[in-house]
């Protein structure tokens, strides 16, 4: 699966592997630094970091389609 493939390389969970959410709690992108934990919105697991989704942003603007 090719969601599955880009969370691998890049660090980030796009479906939160504890809950299946696809969902993440809201951090102001501005002020947060690379290293900021991005958690999910339903059980508050860790997907990745501020700097795993933007390496997920850059890579995937081909991918996805919103």
């Given amino acids: 699966m090719i969601l599955e493939q880009q969370a691998i390389s890049t ?3 796009i479906i939160c ?13 501005a002020r947060a630094s690379d290293d ?10 860790v997907r990745g970091t501020m700097a795993d989704l933007h390496r997920l942003a850059q ?5 996805f389609e919103f």
């Fill in 59 to 63: 890579h995937s603007r081909d991918l």
């Fill in 17 to 29: 592997s504890d809950c299946g959410s696809l969902s993440i709690k809201a951090t102001d992108p």
């Fill in 11 to 13: 660090g980030f969970k």
């Fill in 36 to 45: 900021t934990v991005i958690e999910c919105r339903r059980c508050s697991a």
